[in-house]
């Protein structure tokens, strides 16, 4: 946790530099400016250059606009999104990559669901770890900027909040004044879950939170009211189809009347709730997720699937993992031990997360160091993972290779999906080769599409 806090003071974040035409744009004057003053005998050849610097002028400004165009059309949905979670608990993107240019969304996570209960309307400061301003300044100025509400156990606001008309509309009220005060370009709604099976699921029983599946739609209608049709409205959705309790056939057209688009968190498919070992974001699993959406009635253009930048892994049993191996020749599927405790689902220990900025527990380097070297992909479910036998341990990742070749073509491209996002780029963070690894993919698939658009018109 020190090494976390360290970082966030010593990578404050950079400014990236504007966009290359404009730079070029403003470095031409200034020779030309230098060129007046050395000489005022060679008036001719100033007024060439001058003439020059006009033309490189329009030249850049066209160069600005199709660039912008472009940028605005892939915003607009007419290319697949791209986006990027920047998240309190790393927040940092990096400065000289070419990728940046193409993040179509940042979703800021998180701001507190807590502050949008009661009139707040007047409220000047939106407590958030960044703000959007800085946030705007690291990615495409066309980028959009949209702030994430809620996140994992914050549950108690939404569910305050969405309870009756008149909370559901000063939730809502609140919501617009602070997109209005901070100058985001939208939110993105992470209640996890309307419904249930959230954190507190074995001690608030789901029954108490029916009601929620009919009050979901009817807050993010209250949010839409108040934003105005021009602003963005996302919602993260659970990624496991047992969580799935608000997303029916009856509700998911309710909802997609509403938000632009779905992030269904295809991650995290392995948790401590689960008593075999399988891959936390698999292709296959990822697809049972989408589809699940899909076949509710949600059009796959206005879904975007996830990518986790972290590693996940849990204790499994030994005798029986090594019987599993020995009969299945994979330790997918191995009986885990029990992760959280089935009365208070409080967290045995016994299963964890770091991601790839973090440093590696030193009760788990060795054994994460052969995850590394010895880790297979299985190709049939689609993931990285690793059985240690010495340690008990199952590794379940994503590698870069595998997320340009495999989970685009086979999740994104095999469903039409609209778009992509990670959990979360500060994560990758320093070397950041999964969000390239991202990015790669992302312009294929944008690429492909864009031909076919092309021939079929
Ligand atoms: C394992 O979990 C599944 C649900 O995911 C449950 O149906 C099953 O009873 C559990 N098995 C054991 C041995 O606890």
């Known amino acids: 946790m020190g090494e976390i806090a360290d970082t966030i003071i010593a990578n404050p974040f950079k400014i990236i530099k504007g966009c290359p035409q404009t730079l070029q744009a403003r470095r031409i004057p200034e020779i030309v400016v230098e060129k007046t003053q050395e000489s005022s005998s060679t008036t001719a050849s100033l007024f060439a250059g001058l003439k020059m610097f006009v033309a490189f002028c329009i030249f850049f400004q066209i160069m600005g606009f199709l660039a912008s165009a472009r940028s605005t059309s892939i915003n607009d949905g007419h290319g697949l999104r791209n986006i990027v979670y920047l998240t309190g608990q790393h927040p940092i993107a990096p400065t000289h990559m070419p990728e940046l240019q193409d993040v179509t969304h940042v979703a800021l996570a998180f701001m507190s669901s807590n502050l949008f209960n009661g009139n707040n309307e007047d409220r000047v400061q939106w407590p958030l770890f960044t703000s959007v301003d800085h946030a705007r300044r690291l990615f495409n100025p066309s980028a959009k900027i949209l702030v994430a509400i809620g996140g994992w156990g914050d549950t108690a606001a939404f569910e305050h909040g969405a309870r009756t008309s008149s909370t559901r509309q000063q939730f809502s009220r609140n919501v617009a004044a602070m997109v209005q005060a901070?100058?985001?370009?939208?939110?993105?709604?992470?209640?996890?879950?309307?419904?249930?099976?959230?954190?507190?699921?074995?001690?608030?029983?789901?029954?108490?939170?029916?009601?929620?599946?009919?009050?979901?739609?009817?807050?993010?209608?209250?949010?839409?009211?108040?934003?105005?049709?021009?602003?963005?409205?996302?919602?993260?959705?659970?990624?496991?189809?047992?969580?799935?309790?608000?997303?029916?056939?009856?509700?998911?057209?309710?909802?997609?009347?509403?938000?632009?688009?779905?992030?269904?968190?295809?991650?995290?498919?392995?948790?401590?709730?689960?008593?075999?070992?399988?891959?936390?974001?698999?292709?296959?699993?990822?697809?049972?997720?989408?589809?699940?959406?899909?076949?509710?009635g949600c059009s796959p253009d206005r879904i975007n699937f996830g990518l986790a930048f972290y590693v996940k892994y849990c204790k499994t049993e030994h005798k029986s993992c090594l019987e599993h191996v020995s009969k299945t020749g994979s330790a997918l599927g191995c009986p885990t031990l029990l992760m959280e405790d089935p009365e208070t689902g409080v967290d045995l220990g016994r299963a964890g997360a770091f991601s790839w900025h973090d440093s590696v527990p030193d009760d788990l380097r060795d054994s994460f160091a052969r995850a590394q070297k010895m880790g297979r992909y299985d190709n049939e479910g689609g993931g990285y993972y690793y059985w240690d036998e010495k340690q008990d341990l199952w590794w379940t990742y994503d590698i870069p290779r595998a997320i340009t070749q495999h989970k685009f073509p086979r999740v994104l491209e095999a469903r039409n999906l609209g778009g992509v996002f990670a959990w979360g780029i500060g994560e990758d963070a320093p070397d950041f080769k999964n969000f390239e690894a991202m990015t790669k993919g992302w312009r294929q698939a944008n690429n492909k599409q864009s031909d076919e658009t092309r021939s079929e018109l």
């Open 182 to 296: 901070t100058g985001a370009d939208g939110v993105d709604i992470d209640w996890e879950y309307p419904g249930g099976n959230g954190e507190d699921y074995k001690t608030v029983p789901n029954s108490q939170k029916e009601w929620e599946i009919e009050a979901y739609p009817l807050l993010l209608a209250e949010i839409r009211r108040a934003l105005g049709p021009s602003k963005i409205i996302s919602a993260a959705v659970p990624g496991k189809p047992g969580d799935m309790l608000a997303f029916t056939p009856l509700t998911v057209p309710r909802i997609m009347a509403q938000v632009d688009f779905l992030n269904v968190m295809t991650y995290d498919l392995l948790n401590r709730r689960d008593n075999i070992t399988k891959h936390h974001s698999g292709v296959v699993n990822s697809l049972e997720a989408v589809d699940a959406y899909i076949s509710a």
